[in-house]
C-alpha cells in the first residue's frame, strides 16, 4: 500500500544563470547550471517520486542531451513525474524535503515552495516540508559553488486515502 522514495540532486552554481529553487525565482548573482531550469529541489522531489515506485531516475525520463528539454521549467517535470505515480494508482501522502546552501537565504521563499508543490502533487500545504541548512563553510556547497537537495516522498495506492 505504501511505498517511500528518497531523492538527491546537485548542481553547480555560476554567473549569469538564474536561480530556481523550489519552483520560486530566487534573486542572486549566481544560478545552477543545468540543461534545464536546474532547479535542484524539484528535482529531488522528481527522483524521490520515481524512486518510490522503481520508475528509474528524472535523467532516464527527461535527458539533458535531449533538446526539447533545454531550459525547461522544473515545474513541468513534476508534474509529468507525478502523472506517472497516478497512473500506477498512487497518489503522495507527504514530501519532506532539506536544501544545502550559504547563499541565498531562501526562509523568505519556502512559503511559496511548499504552495507550488502542495499544488502540484494535489496535497495539503501542511503535507509539504521545505528546510535549509548551510555546511558551515565546508566542501564545495560551503565555498558556493553548488547545491544539493533532498527529498523524501510517501505515496500510497488507491485514491480514497
Known sequence: MYRIGFGI??????????????GVKIPHHKGALGHSDAD???HAVCDALLGALALGDIGMHFPNNDPKYKDID????LKKCYELIRERGYKV???????CLEEPKIKKY?????????????????????????????????????LVAYATVLLVKGTDQ
Not at 501522502?93 to 536544501?99: G, P
Not at 511559496?112 to 500545504?125: D, F, N, P, Q
Not at 501542511?126 to 528546510?131: A, Q, Y
Open 110 to 146: 519556502s512559503l511559496s515552495m511548499r504552495e507550488i508543490m502542495a499544488e502540484l502533487l494535489e496535497i495539503g500545504l501542511e503535507d509539504v516540508s521545505v528546510k535549509a541548512t548551510t555546511t558551515e563553510k565546508m566542501g564545495f556547497v560551503g565555498r558556493e559553488e553548488g
Open 40 to 42: 535542484v529541489l524539484l
Open 93 to 99: 501522502v507527504n514530501v519532506d524535503s532539506s536544501i
Open 74 to 77: 522544473s515545474k513541468i517535470l
Open 9 to 22: 540532486d546537485f548542481h553547480q552554481l555560476v554567473e549569469g544563470r538564474d536561480l530556481y529553487i523550489g
